[in-house]
């Protein structure tokens, strides 16, 4: 396990790296999509830290964190322009509004984070799109930003700047999906759906990696932070949970350790990358088991791009 003082250290020095190429006409761009808390908010003020002059672009539904966290990244870096954005990102239309704003804003980008999610013990809940809100919010959606700002991303490659995706979920639970019903319209279980949407953001990192390889791309699990994710368990939950919080990392950890992975270590620059919140890679031990084989790559990209175009005609019904 990479120290903390290891990761402060190594952040402290790409921060001597990227002042290279972050200038006040050539500013860094970072993306929080679910930065209105927990690790998004703290790698965001990571990147205001290490970064001499940071875009940075803040996605949620809470305007008051929002705006809260605009103010706090400016005391930490005055150089930053920061921009809240308010997207239900359980909505795929959502994730094409917020896109064509970036598109229309930004010349490329450095970094795209997304660590949107939300955990509730109620089964299958559809969106207005069909889609399940789950598994929108920790896959669908996350991966139609992506395919919508690749060609910013890469525009920051091309410069020989750090480019990257990373997918804050839970690699290691990859696993044998229902073929026939990737969606889990008829075979919902909270189970498989967090089985579902771990094996897709894997099996996306990889082939995504592939297609780009300037670009690093990542999912990383986060290990347990102490962040506000169980808010909308009953309190029974909460409680019964308060223990495991003793061995919490803290938030203000995480974003540096994220920040490190997302940014300051040169070791995932480019290729895919699934790993633990130890930096533990989990992708060999997939593979083995043929979890993320290129015709399981292939199939639930097709899918996925079926659900994009069967969500946005149900959206402008
Ligand atoms: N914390 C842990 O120990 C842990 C462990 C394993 C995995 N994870 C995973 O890591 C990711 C980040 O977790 P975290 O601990 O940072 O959680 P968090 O503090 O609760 O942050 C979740 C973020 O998602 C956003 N979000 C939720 N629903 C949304 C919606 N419908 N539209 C737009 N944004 C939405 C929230 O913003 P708004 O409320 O403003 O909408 C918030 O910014 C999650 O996917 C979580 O499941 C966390």
Redesign the pocket.
């Known amino acids: 396990m990479t120290s903390l003082s290891a990761v402060l250290k190594r952040n402290a020095q790409s921060a001597q790296e990227i002042v290279a190429y972050s200038t006040a006409t050539n500013p860094t761009v970072g993306i929080f999509v679910?930065?209105?808390?927990?690790?998004?908010?703290n790698t965001a003020y990571a990147f205001a830290k290490y970064t001499p002059y940071p875009r940075i672009h803040i996605?949620?539904?809470?305007a008051d964190?929002g705006k809260r966290i605009l103010e706090k990244l400016q005391t930490i870096n005055p150089n930053t322009h920061a921009t809240f954005h308010r997207?239900?990102?359980?909505l795929i239309r959502e994730a094409d509004a917020f896109s064509k704003n970036v598109l229309e804003q930004e010349k490329k980008v450095n970094l795209l984070f997304l660590?949107?999610?939300?955990?509730k013990l109620a089964g299958r809940t559809e969106t207005v799109e069909g889609i399940d809100d789950r598994m929108a919010?920790?896959y669908y959606s996350r991966w139609r930003v992506v395919e919508n700002l690749l060609p910013l991303i890469e525009k920051a490659a091309e410069n020989k700047e750090n480019a990257r995706i990373v997918s804050?979920?839970?690699p290691g639970n990859e696993g044998p999906v229902n073929m026939n019903d990737l969606d889990l319209k008829h075979n919902y279980s909270l189970l498989n759906s967090n089985r579902h949407f771990t094996e897709f953001n894997s099996l996306a990192v990889v082939r995504f990696a592939q297609l780009y390889p300037k670009i690093g791309f990542l999912h990383a699990?986060?290990?347990?932070?102490k962040?506000?994710?169980t808010?909308d368990f009953p309190w029974y939950i909460r409680l019964a949970a308060q223990p495991l919080m003793f061995f919490?990392t803290r938030p203000e950890d995480a974003g540096e350790r994220f920040f490190y992975i997302s940014q300051g270590s040169p070791d995932y620059r480019t290729g895919s990358h699934t790993i633990t919140g130890s930096f533990k890679s989990l992708k060999e031990k997939s593979i083995e088991r043929g979890y993320l084989t290129p015709e399981l790559q292939e199939t639930v990209w097709n899918h996925t791009e079926d659900m994009f175009k069967a969500a946005l005609a149900k959206s402008n019904k």
């Open positions: 679910g930065g209105t808390s927990g690790i998004g908010e996605v949620g539904r809470n964190a997207h239900d990102m359980t660590s949107t999610g939300f955990l919010i920790n804050v979920l839970g699990g986060p290990g347990i932070v962040t506000n994710i808010r919490a």
